[in-house]
């Protein structure tokens, strides 16, 4: 719930607006990305892919990751 309300304020979201441009090339191509792997990484990837409005599909073989 806090990262929502962070994500809410109107700096940050400009900011992450801004990070990547080559987000913008890879939105055209696809919707949807896949993270295989869901430790610290991967976890730091699909976070990264979803702030830039992608549909994230997180798998890994550990129930405990």
Do not use: C, Y
Not at 48 to 59: D, I, P
């Amino acid at each position: 719930v806090w990262l929502t309300e962070v994500l809410r304020h109107t700096k940050i979201q400009s900011m992450l607006a801004s990070l990547d441009p080559g987000a913008r090339l890879l939105k055209e191509m696809t919707d949807t990305v896949s993270i295989v792997g869901a430790g610290l990484m991967g976890r730091g990837i699909a976070l990264q892919f979803a702030l830039h409005g992608f549909e994230v599909r997180l798998n890994d073989v550990s129930r405990e990751a």
